[in-house]
């Protein structure tokens, strides 16, 4: 079993950052993939980034060069740099996890957090 709670969303300007952060429980975390999803309102669920066990990363086209995914094995966490937010990231954030491979469909993501609001103002 894995547990994730989700940290870090918010308010903030077109341009600016954030940052989300995802605690997980579990000794074997670090084999695990974790992905970021993001839920916009009247949309579905998307991936905009994963990293696998071997720190592999995956980045939805729209995100690519603003957000970084990273994790910290011994912390038990992965985090989500935000940059350069626009309007269009809005939505609710969550982090999932599967064994080992990155996966894009949620389905594929055996647990997941509660989410975040992140929502980006013009």
């Known amino acids: 079993q894995v547990q994730l709670v989700e940290s870090g969303g918010g308010l903030v300007q077109a341009g600016g950052s954030l940052r989300l952060s995802c605690a997980a429980s579990?000794?074997?975390?670090?084999?695990?993939?974790m992905g970021w999803f993001r839920q916009a309102p009247g949309k579905e669920r998307e991936l905009v980034a994963a990293i696998n066990w071997r720190l592999y990363t995956y980045y939805a086209t729209s995100v690519k060069g603003r957000f970084t995914i990273s994790r910290d094995n011994a912390q038990n966490t992965v985090a989500l740099q935000m940059n350069s937010l626009k309007r269009e990231d809005t939505g609710v954030y969550s982090c999932?996890?599967?064994?080992?491979?990155?996966?894009?469909?949620?389905?594929?993501?055996?647990?997941w957090g509660q989410g975040t609001q992140v929502t980006v103002s013009s």
């Open positions: 999932a996890a599967r064994w080992q491979a990155i996966a894009t469909t949620p389905t594929d993501y055996n647990y």
């Open positions: 579990g000794r074997t975390f670090s084999s695990y993939a």
